[in-house]
């Protein structure tokens, strides 16, 4: 996989490392799973921020906080702060979170209303919500006439809204589509109907000492559930797992035992999705769980090498607050028994020595993942990467 990515320097460092390492762990079948020169290099993270995220689309939030013109999410894309803003006219419209000025964020809250303009903190650069530059204090003073203010003004990035509901952001305009992005969910996604699922009232933001690659291997890792989830057991029929996976989606079904009935009353899905949920996968970082009454969404940001926050958000239909509180507890130890498993694992990747053995058919999503994180890696960004319109 190393020998992909040639002519980058972070590359030959690693080839090197990789050679000067190599024999004490006798491995005789190569493998696809994440290997420990790849957790904790941090020109290779960076390279992960530009080529992995800059050409993805991201999962940044939902319509709940974008009902009024000037409301706004905020939230990142790798390294790149971004926002997005409902308009006067009602279109959702993406930009970066930084002033044109000096590199300032407008925008400091997670969600909000913003009024019709976003005035910078630090020398009061002020911009309409449609991206325009409107005001320059002392702009006479400051600058000459021909300042080109019309230049000036918010980087516009694409937006999608799914569903009527969940909004994703990308920096690429070479990416295609979102629903091209997720077309092998796309048809299963639409009958689910998100658009009628509303949020649960609280949220799970955790961080953790873990890789991001190593979340996204063990979220496509349908192996090891039946044993580091053991208390869901009897709610599951865990031989019964269906792992799939193509283009930049992964999918494990995972139908519910007789004791655990999924359907919530409803009657308008296929008889797969009324037997139990999936743990799915979007690339480079969501891993939603739809249910028939149900979404969970949990997002895994990368902040440093050995440092990973997870962001999670649960949806549904006419749940109370107290099934509420049931699902979202049910995660966040669900999220702790993987970031716990995972954390484990951090420690002994720190060792260069070691080589992982091969991925077992029930890691298959995950082995698909780290080959696609490798070949984006393995691909610089086109030269006109971020020329075209934002809009489809
Ligand atoms: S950094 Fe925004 S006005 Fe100077
Ligand atoms: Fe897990």
Redesign the pocket.
Known sequence: MIADLEHEPVVERLRRRVGETGGLVDAPLDSPMLQPYEVYDQDLFDLEMVRVFARSWVWLGDTEDLTEPGDFITGTIGYQPVMAIRQEDGSVRGFLNN??????G?LYEPAGNCGKTMT??????AYNIDGRLIG?PDRARMYPDDLPTSDYGLVPIRIEVAWDKLVFGCLSRKAPPFREWIAPLAERYDLYRFGNFTRYYRELDETYPINWKAFAENSNDDYHVRFVHRRLNRFRKQMDTIVRFEGRTCSGFKPHSDEENATGGRDDLTPEQLLGHYADFIYPNLTPLPYPTQLILVRADPVAPDCTRLFSRIYGIDKSTEEQDFELDRLATTNLEDTNMVTELMKNLRSPFYRVGPASTWEGRAAHVMKLVRADVATPLADDEFDGPVAP
């Open positions: 002033c044109r000025h000096r590199a300032s407008l910078c903190p630090y020398h009061n650069w320059i």
